[in-house]
């Protein structure tokens, strides 16, 4: 006798396990929507769509029919939780996001690896610069509160900022994920926000790679890495080693936490959870801690040849990472009283009880970029920077032996 309950839960389950939506199954058999919800429910088919469901189920009939599928001696890759035609068959659908007007890029969706012609015959002694970046654990919030494709221009821009500070030309970027289960649709967002990021900062996604970890990635859980090469000529590259003392140090506005802090943000919500709609400045928590990680690119190619070092502040804070280009026997004077913290870092300091060091060495506070410019040219650079995000002056270059000396206080 036909179970049909055990019957209907193995459809699900099998279109769930394929990545599909009710709709996208009815397009396919040119059915109504109705139909699939009705066998999903426990009424069976006709005999004919029975067959063209067992084919677009990657099962056969009698499968259907028992509810699981057979027990066999047989071992095959897709039972391991690999299903190769359909990877590849989604895979295609994400050449499109490939596409580029980029003639540099030589080939497109298919090919063992991504050719990209590298003859810079306007740039004297071309190096090139390479960098790979993750978003860390926001990645993990991101896919709990649908940001799949925000997540994207958060590792896009975080990797663009961090060349770009150095001078370099973004060119073109690889981009890897890893699951336990490919899900279309996600895959899809993933590649579109990594694809839109790209374009938004004057580079191309060339290629990348979808790997599909059964074994080692838990199903619904996907880990984003992507890597990019840009280039610079020798001359032109801003390490910090122009800076001299009396160089203006100025703050260029984030927009929120971009992507450093939320291990200890995430410990915060998981101790008082009813924060997650608190409304901060308007907007609630969770819409706040998810903005995008600025992109500086465009607002860093009006300066750079005015500046003598750019920092992205990341992980480490201020401190952190300003000290990577400041020059022996240089310090930083940073004013604190002078920085303008964004609403939702005051919260966050305020419902954590956190100390100003640990904010000062956890978050950027609200400078997601500082640039270091001779004092006589730093009202221009701050016009330049202006045109896009907030810049202002917080503080000198003096000598002196620790890197980075702060004075005042920021909370």
Request: charged share 25%.
């Amino acid at each position: 006798m036909l179970d049909n309950k055990k019957i209907a839960d193995f459809i699900v389950n099998k279109r769930k396990e394929l990545g599909m939506t009710q709709v996208e199954v009815a397009e396919s058999l040119q059915v109504s929507f109705q139909a699939v919800s009705k066998w999903e429910n426990g009424t069976l088919p006709n005999v004919e769509m029975l067959v063209a469901l067992a084919e677009l189920l990657r099962v056969t009939v009698d499968e259907i029919l028992a509810g699981q599928e057979k027990c066999s001696e047989n071992f095959s890759y897709r039972k391991a939780g690999v299903d190769i035609s359909y990877t590849d068959a989604m895979k295609k659908e994400m050449a499109v996001y490939l596409e580029t007007e980029d003639k540099r890029v030589l080939n497109g969706f298919g090919p063992f690896a991504s050719l990209y012609d590298i003859d810079f015959p306007k740039v004297s002694s071309p190096v090139l610069v390479l960098k790979a970046e993750e978003p860390g654990s926001k990645q993990k919030l991101a896919m709990e509160y649908g940001y799949c494709e925000s997540i994207c221009h958060d590792m896009i821009n975080h990797l663009v900022n961090d060349i770009a500070v150095m001078g370099a030309k973004p060119l073109a970027v690889l981009d890897t994920i890893v699951c336990g289960n490919a899900e279309k649709e996600t895959v899809k967002s993933f590649v579109k926000g990594i694809s839109k990021a790209c374009k938004e900062n004057e580079c191309a996604l060339v290629g990348g790679e979808t790997s599909i970890q059964p074994q080692v990635v838990e199903k619904g859980v996907y880990i984003l890495t992507s890597s990019i090469a840009g280039i610079v000529s020798k001359e032109a590259i801003i390490d910090g080693s122009a800076i001299r003392e009396g160089d203006a140090v100025l703050a260029v506005a984030s927009n929120g936490l971009h992507t450093n802090g939320y291990s200890l943000v995430r410990m915060l919500m998981d101790k008082m959870p009813q924060i997650k709609l608190d409304k901060v400045a308007g907007e609630t928590f969770i819409e706040q801690i998810m903005k995008p990680h600025t992109p500086y690119y465009k607002a860093i190619q009006k300066i750079a040849p005015q500046v003598h070092g750019m920092a992205h502040i990341t992980g480490g804070g201020i401190e952190g990472n300003l000290s990577r280009i400041i020059p022996e026997g240089l310090c930083a004077e940073i004013d604190l009283c002078r920085i303008k913290p964004l609403p939702i870092f005051n919260y966050i300091q305020k419902a954590g009880n956190i100390e100003e060091e640990e904010m000062l060495s956890t978050f950027n506070c609200g400078v997601g970029l500082i640039v270091v410019t001779p004092n006589e040219q730093k009202e221009e650079v701050i016009a330049k920077v202006e045109e896009y995000y907030s810049c202002y002056e917080i503080g000198v270059m003096v000598q002196g032996q620790k890197k980075v000396m702060y004075k005042g206080h920021i909370y």
